[in-house]
């Protein structure tokens, strides 16, 4: 800022939309691409979704009665009239893509993964937002509980990558159409016996599944004998959660059974999990997905079943620092060059191109900034070397390379810098 002029720029990002920004944005570019990575390396093709679709698409596929679709979508109508909506998951927009395209006909199971922003119009707070970003991948039209602890583990391989250990597995099962309804025949039965207030009562008509994650003590002692699902499953879906759980044994990822689990989309059924981590406070799950196998039949495909998850990115920055590790670099600059006068510009514009060329990450002081403010650019960038060019440097030949950690610095014939910096950075 200069001469004491407040900077109050007349605008600001929307509230409850984090941005990011260098140097902290190298971390968030890492985190995003090393989640995808792990999902790349089992088969997960790319898919590049909208931004919005259709509100009908999550009105039937996420569920009207969850908070997501009745509280908090950013619906509105286009200039055509047409109601849409910025997409608050990605799990209904990859089936209807799957739908649309056919793509269940060319082979099973579709393996996709995506990456982006997604918009929930949540009560703002940390770890919260209304812009967040996720990388999920979903695995259409094949149940196979093999495929149930594949998707499990492409997740836990990715927190892996990033040096992650404060996190658990949390899982369950949620059943299948032949168990579900007559277990919540018992529960609202269960229910209907508790000393609950009114609006908790609607709750158990509506979606008594719900109600065992609520919060409150004087509730929570009241659900503690509750039947569970986990107890009632059916034959097939019985079979099923044990043969993930032999599979997740045989892969070494751990877990724990939480048969309370209620996630905030109606589409799930058998298995379900979520990641949580210790060190976020109240928004402490990561991660979460499972399968669904009534969703394509609802959205006008095929009756196919599918098992995916949706990874918070912002979340896992969060969990990165929370835990103090930084796998990436924020060094903008491997090498950064310091121009001395017009002559050396020229030739240092050329030497940063063919640097760049051969891979290196290259920055350069412009504006003809004096050595100083060169130098403290140099530092800022977070480059190794810096190339410090003079007219007397052209005239002898070489140019100064310096080491910016320790200070050295040495005459570098210029012909031959090139080469010498790609060996020393390889
Ligand atoms: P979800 O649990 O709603 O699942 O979201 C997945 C992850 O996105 C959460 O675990 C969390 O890390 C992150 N997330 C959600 N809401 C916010 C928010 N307001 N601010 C920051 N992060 C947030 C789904 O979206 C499913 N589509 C996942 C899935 C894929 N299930 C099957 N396939």
């Not at 790349?40 to 596929?61: C, K, N, Q, S």
């Not at 949540?122 to 770890?127: D, F, K, M, T, Y």
Request: charged share 25%; proline share 5%.
């Amino acid at each position: 800022m200069q001469e004491g002029v407040q900077r109050a720029s007349a605008f600001a990002a929307p509230k409850g939309v984090p941005e990011y920004y260098p140097p902290e944005s190298a971390g968030f570019v890492h985190v995003r691409d090393t989640l995808a990575g792990a999902a790349e390396r089992a088969g997960y093709g790319y898919v590049e979704l909208p931004i919005f679709e259709d509100t009908g698409l999550f009105a039937r596929g996420v569920g009207e009665s969850t908070d997501v679709v009745s509280k908090e979508m950013y619906t509105f109508a286009d200039r055509g009239d047409r109601s849409v909506t910025l997409r608050p998951e990605g799990t209904a927009g990859v089936v209807r893509s799957v739908i649309e395209h056919n793509l269940d006909r060319a082979g099973l199971p579709v393996k996709l993964r995506y990456a982006g922003p997604f918009f929930r119009y949540e009560r703002p707070q940390a770890g919260r937002y209304r812009q967040l970003q996720q990388v999920g991948v979903e695995a259409v039209g094949v149940d196979d509980p093999a495929l149930d602890a594949e998707v499990i583990a492409v997740a836990d391989e990715g927190f892996k990558a990033l040096g992650l250990t404060g996190y658990r597995l949390e899982l369950t099962s949620l059943g299948d159409a032949e168990c579900r309804p007559a277990y919540r025949e018992r529960l609202q039965e269960f229910l209907a016996g508790l000393d609950l207030d009114e609006p908790t009562r609607a709750r158990a008509r509506i979606n008594p599944l719900r109600v065992l994650d609520d919060k409150r003590p004087q509730v929570r002692r009241q659900l503690e004998d509750a039947p569970l699902l986990l107890d009632h499953l059916s034959a097939a879906s019985a079979e099923h959660h044990a043969a993930v759980l032999a599979h997740l044994e045989d892969l070494g990822v751990a877990y724990t059974i939480n048969p309370r689990m209620v996630r905030g989309l109606d589409y799930y059924t058998k298995t379900t999990f979520e990641f949580v981590h210790d060190g976020l406070g109240a928004q402490s799950g990561i991660g979460g997905g499972g399968r669904y196998d009534g969703l394509m039949e609802t959205l006008g495909g095929q009756p196919l079943s599918g098992v995916g998850f949706g990874i918070g990115v912002d979340r896992t920055l969060l969990a990165c620092r929370a835990e103090g590790v930084q796998p990436w670099s924020e060094a903008r600059a491997e090498v950064f060059g310091v121009p001395l006068g017009d002559a050396a510009k020229r030739r240092l514009v050329v030497i940063a191109a063919e640097l760049r060329r051969a891979g290196v990450r290259v920055d350069l002081a412009y504006g003809g900034r004096g050595l100083k403010g060169a130098m403290k650019s140099a530092d800022r960038s977070g480059a190794r070397f810096a190339l410090v060019l003079g007219e007397r440097d052209l005239e002898a030949g070489t140019v100064g390379v310096k080491d910016l950690a320790s200070g050295d610095q040495r005459a570098v014939p210029l012909d031959s810098v090139v080469t010498e910096l790609v060996a020393k950075l390889a």
